[in-house]
């Protein structure tokens, strides 16, 4: 058996009133019950994927790096799809701590329309998880999860406020998720997956939707205290993954890593070297897509989480410009 648990805070909150109070959120009800899909009959399945042709879906846009280069064209490939698979692993437990955390948001938020549209992105999470598990085996295998987004993950199901799990899942992981398959999309010749990536994506979109109207709407409402531990949250959210080493190309042969590496007959220290000389250069870091600075906080920046006084924070990292 493979699990562990973590002890969590949930208020359930009983909603008597049910009427629409927010209409665009009954509307996304709605849109969601029209687009569901089926991943086991929507994702052509029956055509075989080529690892050669995913390529390394962790770096689409990416010149290969020397010690990667010096590789025979059999272990470059095999190199890539352990790649891929490791950062899609990730991607899948990630699905599953979106489709709990939707699970602790029928109990918590407070109002009916709400209720009912995070009932509807349960099973999206849920199909998530089936059609990313069912991909990945056809590549390699599951990876454990990263301990960044693990951290990050934890944090949003032990939040105890309602408004920091909407932003912590629904404004920044979903957001990030968006980035990481608009990219995905953009780079990949294998036909199956860009139909996993397309359908998962157009339900991710509406994941992203109900956060920023939601949050717009619930944010002005909370009294100041509330509101400043949920900019401090939002903060830690941002940071525990985005700032965390193993996202940083230069520590990618760090301890969670190492195994994706192994038995290619690469020169670990030699590679360490060059991701770090990549990854300590500003101009290559810059150039990157980061999907925290370019998707995750344009988000919190509508919502209007970020203030004078986590302004410089941001900066600070280079997540704001
Ligand atoms: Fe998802
Ligand atoms: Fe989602």
Known sequence: ??????????????????????????????????????????????????????????????????????????????????????LLSNFLHGEQGAMMICGQLVEVVPDMDAKLYASTQVIDEARHVEVFHRYITRLDRVYPIIPGLKALLNAVLQADLWQMKCVGMQVIAESIAMGGFKTMMKFTNDEVFRKVVTLTSQDEARHVSYGLIYMKDAIPKMNEVDRDRLEDFAWTAMTLLATTPELREGQKAADPMAVVYEGL???????????????????????????????????????GLLTERTLPKYREVGLAS
Do not use: C
Not at 278 to 284: I, Q, S
């Open 1 to 86: 058996m493979n699990f562990e648990t973590i002890d969590t805070t949930v208020q359930a909150l009983w909603r008597y009133d049910y009427e629409t109070n927010i209409k665009a959120l009954r509307d996304l009800y709605d849109v969601a019950k029209k687009e569901q899909w089926d991943a086991a009959t929507d994702i052509p399945w029956e055509i075989e994927t080529d690892p050669a042709q995913v390529g390394d879906m962790s770096a689409p846009n990416m010149e290969p790096m020397d010690f990667e280069k010096a590789l025979s064209k059999e272990n470059q490939i095999e190199l890539a799809k352990r790649k891929s698979a490791h």
């Open 265 to 303: 007959g690469i020169d670990m220290k030699k590679a360490a070297s060059e991701m770090l000389s990549r990854a300590m250069d500003p101009e290559y870091v810059k150039a990157q897509p980061n999907p925290f600075r370019d998707y995750a906080y344009p988000q919190l920046e509508r919502i």
